[in-house]
């Protein structure tokens, strides 16, 4: 059974940049899909990006051209790179691994 831990979130000003881990625990991290998703203070929780065991990757609109999503199966980790980030992206970012499988959140927080 799969279990992940999010680190990585914290207080950052408009147009700066963080990176998310996503440090998962058990057998058969490589085989599935890992997602990043947020949620915003009443909000519902919404995609922000996926890759599959391939490799390929998806994007939310809002994500394209600003986030990356990649994945270490070496090391069982998957990361979200932001960059020129908002202050409408402050949200709880949460892992996913297979559909199932969802860590604690971290909390991403973009103002000056």
């Known amino acids: 059974q799969v279990q992940l831990v999010e680190s990585g979130g914290g207080l950052v000003q408009p147009g700066g940049s963080l990176r998310l881990s996503c440090a998962a625990s058990?057998?058969?991290?490589?085989?599935?899909?890992v997602g990043w998703y947020r949620q915003a203070p009443g909000k519902q929780r919404e995609l922000v990006a996926l890759i599959f065991s391939t490799g390929s990757t998806n994007y939310a609109e809002f994500a394209k051209g600003r986030f990356t999503i990649s994945r270490d199966n070496a090391k069982n980790t998957a990361y979200l790179e932001m960059t020129s980030l908002k202050p409408e992206d402050t949200a709880v970012y949460y892992c996913n691994w297979g559909s199932v499988v969802w860590g604690q959140g971290t909390l991403v927080t973009v103002s000056s």
């Open positions: 058990g057998s058969g991290f490589r085989l599935g899909a």
